[in-house]
Structures are given as structure tokens and as C-alpha cells.
Nanobody, 119 residues
Framework: QVQLVESGGGLVQPGGSLRLSCSASGRIFNINAMGWYRQAPGKQRELVAVSTSGDSTNYADSVKGRFTISRDNAKNTAYLQMNSLKPEDTAVYYC?????????????WGQGTQVTVSS
């Protein structure tokens, strides 16, 4: 079983910055990808950014140039640096990790952390 713990959400003014962290724990053999998704009220969950084991990254068009995803593979941790935040970035942000527990694949989600961008 894999557990993801997120931190770093909060209230920030437009134009401000926040850094989210997501740490994975459990009998993890490897992690192929870690990513961040978000869900605003009344909307579907959407991909924000993902980082794969080959150091490839992918971003939603709405956050390109403002958000940066990074990983510390030794700590099974992913980060999302969010700069130039806008009110439309307000959402619950969820961490996702996919990989293997020895031969068993896993697809785990964190509990979510609230990000509110408002003056």
C-alpha cells in the first residue's frame, strides 16, 4: 500500500507563489511518474503537471511558464512550485504517483490540499 502526503497549500494573493510537496511512503519498488492534478468547484479534475522517471515533464497550457514540477527520487517526493498565481488557479490540488510495489503496480492519490488565490 502506498500513501501520499501533500503539504504547502494555503491562501495567497494574486501574483504570489506557493510550493506544494508530496511525499510517497510504503514498500515502493519504483515510481514511474508523479504528478499534480487540481479540481475547482463544479469542474472536473484536470492535469496540472506530471514528471516521469525519464525526467520528462508535461504541463497544462494554463500553467506553462508559471508552474514547475520537480522530484527528489531518493525521497520519493515531488514538488510543485507555483508562481504568478491567478484567481483561476484556486482549486484543491491532488498528488498522484504511479509505479510498482515489487511486481504489483500501484496508482495512488493524496488527500488533496487547498490552494486559494484571492485578494
Amino acid at each position: 500500500q502506498v500513501q501520499l502526503v501533500e503539504s504547502g497549500g494555503g491562501l495567497v494573493q494574486p501574483g504570489g507563489s506557493l510550493r506544494l510537496s508530496c511525499s510517497a511512503s510504503g514498500r515502493i519498488f519504483n515510481i514511474n511518474a508523479m504528478g499534480w492534478y487540481r479540481q475547482a468547484p463544479g469542474k472536473q479534475r484536470e492535469l496540472v503537471a506530471v514528471s516521469t522517471s525519464g525526467d520528462s515533464t508535461n504541463y497544462a497550457d494554463s500553467v506553462k511558464g508559471r508552474f514547475t514540477i520537480s522530484r527528489d527520487n531518493a525521497k520519493n517526493t515531488a514538488y510543485l512550485q507555483m508562481n504568478s498565481l491567478k484567481p483561476e488557479d484556486t482549486a484543491v490540488y491532488y498528488c498522484n504517483a504511479r509505479g510498482r510495489l515489487q511486481v504489483i503496480p500501484f496508482d495512488a492519490w493524496g488527500q488533496g490540499t487547498q490552494v486559494t488565490v484571492s485578494s
